[in-house]
C-alpha cells in the first residue's frame, strides 16, 4: 500500500530542477526545492530528538515566515498532528490550547518564550522552543546542528495532519481534527479545478493558521511545484508592486476592497493575472463589480470553512456569479435541510449539510459534540444557511449560531460576551456583527451595567486587552437600560443588528 502521507504527495510532485524557487520573500529569504527536502528532513531529527513521535501534537505560535512553513512541512513528515494558533492570542488564550490538546513540543517566537515557557510548564508541555521570523530562535539554531533524517513516515490516509481550532458558540474553542486524506483530496481538487499550471506564481500575503493560507493556498502551489511571493502580511504597496510577477492571488474580501481604495491599481498591473481568488468572508456584490471594472477580472469566490476546507466554488471557466459561492467541489456532495434534518427542495432556505472525503474527522477530545454536528447517515451540518439552486450553486444567506466574519476571522459572539461579562461593573452583554466598510463585519458589544457601576466604552474596551486577542475585541461598546427579548426571553439580535447597522456606515 502507497505511502498516504501529505509530505510523500508533495514530495513526488517537486520539480525536477532542485533549483526551482518555491518560497520567495524578498529581502526576508527564498527557499528553493531542494532545501524543503533538506531543511525538513534536519527538522524532523530534531522533532525526534525531543521525543516528537507520530501522532504527537505540536503546538505552534510563530510569526508569519518560511522557516514557520518548514515546520508544518516536517511535521508532515514526521507524522506529528501540528497546531497552529493564531499569534494575537494571548496567553490566557494559548493556556486553553496548551491544556486541551496535551501537545509533546511548543513552539513560540523569543519575544513571548519567557511568559509561555510558565505558561505550558503550568500546562505540562514537555518541551518549548523559540522560532523567529528573521531565523533567530533555539528551533533553527538545534534543527541545522544535526543530520538529515531522510526516511518520511509511513501514514494511513486517516492518520492525522492537523488540528486546527475554531471558536463555539459555546464559547469553548474547538479542535477540528483534519487527517492526511482530508488535506491531500481537497489539494487535489482544488488543484484541478482552479486549472493550476506549471508556470504559476501565487501571491501569498495571508497569515498561515488557518485553513486558507496554510492549507488552500500553500497547498496548490507545492502540487504545482510553483514559486510563491511569500509576503509576511497584506500590504496594498506591496501587493501592488508584485501583481505583475504573479498570476493567482488568494485573498479575503478586505484584501478587495484596500486594493480598490488604492489610487496605483489600474488594469495594467493585472494584465498578468490569471485568477482572482477570494473566501473566507461574503464577497459584496459591489465590490465584485468594481473589482470587475478595474482590473478587468472577475473575482473567483469560493466557501469552505475549518472542518472541511474548501466545499463549494465558482467555476474558471464559466458564469461566476457575484453574491454566489458556486457549486459543490467534485467529490463533495451537498444539500439543504431544515433544523430537523428534513430535506429542501432547490430555492428554499435551510441548512447547508455535506458529505465528502474532505469533513473532517471530528472534534479533539469531544466525541459528544462531535455527534451533534452530524445527521445519523452520515452528513456534516455546517451551520450556514443557504439556498441552492436547481443547477446546484449555493448562495449564502445567513449564518447559523451568530457567526461573526470580521477580516475574514470566524467570530463567535458567546466567546466575547463571557469576557465582557467577567468584567466588573457589566451586568450583562450582547455581541453582534455590523456592517464595516473594511472587516466587513465589525465586533459591537451592546453592554447593561450595574446599576450602580461607573463604566464606559473606553474602560469596556480597555478591560479586554489583555483577555481577548485583538481581532476579537469591540470595536465599539454601546451602553444601554436593557437588552431586546423575545417572549421567551432569548435576546433579539436581529433588533440589535437593526438599530446599530449604520454604526460604521
Keep these: 500500500m502507497s505511502n498516504a502521507n501529505l509530505y510523500a504527495l508533495f514530495r513526488d510532485r517537486f520539480p525536477n530542477d532542485p533549483n526551482a524557487l518555491f518560497l520567495d520573500a524578498a529581502d526576508a529569504g527564498r527557499l528553493h526545492y531542494a532545501e524543503v527536502s533538506e531543511q525538513t528532513a534536519q527538522m524532523v531529527a530534531l522533532l525526534r530528538q525531543l521525543g516528537v513521535q507520530k501522532a504527537d501534537r505540536v503546538v505552534v505560535q510563530v510569526d508569519k515566515s518560511i522557516h514557520a512553513v518548514m515546520l508544518y512541512l516536517a511535521c508532515l513528515r514526521a507524522g506529528a498532528i501540528f497546531i497552529p494558533l493564531n499569534t494575537a492570542y494571548t496567553a490566557s488564550e494559548v493556556g486553553y490550547f496548551l491544556r486541551d490538546s496535551m501537545p509533546r ?187 470587475e471594472r478595474r482590473s478587468g477580472h472577475r473575482i473567483l469566490e469560493r466557501y469552505g470553512m475549518t472542518e472541511a476546507g474548501m466545499i463549494t466554488s465558482n467555476p474558471v471557466d464559466g458564469k461566476r456569479i457575484a453574491g454566489t459561492v458556486g457549486f459543490p467541489l467534485p467529490g463533495i456532495s451537498a444539500r439543504v435541510a431544515d433544523e430537523q434534518g428534513k430535506v429542501l427542495p432547490a430555492g428554499q432556505t435551510g441548512v447547508l449539510e455535506i458529505t465528502g472525503p474532505n469533513v473532517f474527522k471530528g472534534y479533539w477530545q469531544m466525541p459528544e459534540k462531535t455527534m451533534q454536528e452530524f445527521r445519523p447517515d452520515g452528513w456534516f451540518i455546517t451551520g450556514d444557511i443557504v439556498t441552492m439552486a436547481e443547477d446546484g450553486r449555493v448562495t449564502i444567506v445567513g449564518r447559523a449560531k451568530d457567526l461573526i466574519i470580521s477580516g475574514g476571522f470566524n467570530l463567535y459572539p458567546k466567546e466575547i460576551e463571557t469576557e465582557i461579562d467577567a468584567l466588573p461593573g457589566v451586568k450583562e452583554s450582547a455581541v453582534i456583527g455590523v456592517p464595516h466598510p473594511d ?67
Design 105 to 291: 513540543l511548543f513552539v513560540c517566537a523569543s519575544a513571548k518564550q519567557a511568559e509561555l515557557a510558565a505558561l505550558a510548564a503550568d500546562c505540562q508541555v514537555p518541551k518549548v522552543l523559540s522560532m523567529d521570523a528573521d531565523g533567530g530562535g533555539e528551533w533553527l539554531d538545534q534543527a541545522r546542528a544535526l543530520p538529515a533524517y531522510e526516511p518520511i513516515a509511513e501514514l494511513d490516509g486517516d492518520d492525522l495532519a492537523a488540528i486546527l481550532y475554531t471558536s463555539g458558540t459555546t464559547g469553548r474553542s474547538k479542535g477540528a481534527m483534519l487527517s492526511h486524506a482530508n488535506l491531500a483530496t481537497n489539494a487535489q481538487v482544488l488543484f484541478e479545478h482552479w486549472h493550476w499550471q506549471q508556470d504559476d506564481v501565487l501571491l501569498h500575503a495571508l497569515p498561515i493558521f488557518h485553513v486558507h493560507g496554510l492549507f488552500v493556498a500553500l497547498h496548490c502551489a507545492l502540487l504545482g511545484g510553483s514559486r510563491v511571493l511569500f509576503m509576511p502580511r497584506f500590504d496594498t504597496d506591496q501587493v501592488i508592486a508584485n501583481l505583475t510577477r504573479a498570476t493567482v492571488m488568494m485573498g479575503v474580501p478586505t484584501f478587495y476592497t484596500r486594493l480598490l481604495e488604492h489610487s496605483d491599481f489600474q488594469p495594467d498591473l493585472c494584465a498578468h493575472m490569471r485568477l482572482f481568488i477570494s473566501g473566507s468572508a461574503p464577497l459584496p456584490a459591489a465590490i465584485h463589480a468594481e473589482f
Design 439 to 505: 472587516l466587513g463585519e465589525a465586533v459591537t458589544a451592546v453592554v447593561v451595567a450595574d446599576s450602580t457601576a461607573d463604566i464606559s466604552e473606553a474602560s469596556l474596551i480597555a478591560g479586554l486587552q489583555d483577555r481577548l486577542a485583538r481581532f476579537k475585541q469591540p470595536k465599539r461598546v454601546m451602553m444601554v437600560d436593557q437588552l431586546p427579548r423575545n417572549s421567551m426571553g432569548k435576546v433579539q439580535k436581529n433588533i440589535l443588528r437593526e438599530t446599530y447597522r449604520d454604526t460604521f456606515a
